[in-house]
T-cell receptor, first 113, second 113 residues
Framework: KAGVTQTPRYLIKTRGQQVTLSCSPI?????VSWYQQTPGQGLQFLFE???????NKGNFPGRFSGRQFSNSRSEMNVSTLELGDSALYLC????????????FGPGTRLLVL | SQKIEQNSEALNIQEGKTATLTCNYT??????LQWYRQDPGRGPVFLLL?????KEKRKERLKVTFDTTLKQSLFHITASQPADSATYLC????????????FGTGTRLKVLA
């Protein structure tokens, strides 16, 4: 079974731009969660989608948004990029929402200049 | 305030010894706790999940304990090998509430040959 895939793997943007990241979960998984990982803050939960609905949300500003499509693929958007948004963005899929094992993708490394 | 701490940023041990990593939390009431392994440049990989009503879980050379009174989890790797060198993350999980998973900042384990 193919794992979680994320595209692109690397991205360089400038301040003020916006970016869209994509995540394809493992086949049959309906829950997708997004995380931001930085050396200083560690892994921080952004939001979770299940069956096209946002189920949980972390403490990030409204510039961070996401959506999930009917095939469970998910996208994450960051508008008006700031230098502090430079990070590794990880998505994780699980079969359902709840006490489930999460399977992480390789991440998208975003650098904001 | 809510906090999750892993005992140290880095831990060096000799090959063959048992590595013990600690995860402490305050002001959370997790329903379960997970341990992940992360290698540089890659997403975390799930290792073990332990529920609030379980005291101990084992998988091959790995053992996890969960003490909800002490608000602590211990993660043991017995007969450690250089291939076990990685960053290990603990994560608290909730069935309800506003958070999905809260991750610790990780402990970087190095097993010396």
């Amino acid at each position: 079974k193919a794992g979680v895939t994320q595209t692109p793997r690397y991205l360089i943007k400038t301040r003020g731009q916006q970016v869209t990241l994509s995540c394809s979960p493992i086949s049959g998984h309906r829950s997708v969660s997004w995380y931001q990982q930085t050396p200083g803050q560690g892994l921080q939960f952004l939001f979770e989608y299940f069956s096209e609905t946002q189920r949980n949300k972390g403490n990030f500003p409204g510039r961070f948004s996401g959506r999930q499509f009917s095939n469970s693929r998910s996208e994450m958007n960051v508008s008006t990029l700031e230098l502090g948004d430079s990070a590794l963005y990880l998505c994780a899929s699980s079969r359902a929402s709840g006490r489930e094992t999460q399977y992480f993708g390789p991440g998208t490394r975003l650098l904001v200049l | 305030s809510q906090k999750i701490e892993q005992n140290s940023e880095a831990l060096n041990i000799q090959e063959g010894k048992t590595a013990t990593l600690t995860c402490n939390y305050t002001n959370y009431s997790p329903a379960y706790l997970q341990w992940y392994r992360q290698d540089p440049g890659r997403g975390p990989v799930f290792l073990l999940l332990i529920r609030e009503n379980e005291k101990e879980k084992r998988k091959e050379r790995l053992k996890v304990t969960f003490d909800t009174t002490l608000k602590q989890s211990l993660f043991h790797i017995t007969a450690s090998q250089p291939a076990d060198s990685a960053t290990y993350l603990c994560a608290l999980g909730s069935d309800s509430g506003t958070y999905k998973y809260i991750f610790g900042t990780g402990t970087r384990l190095k097993v010396l040959a």
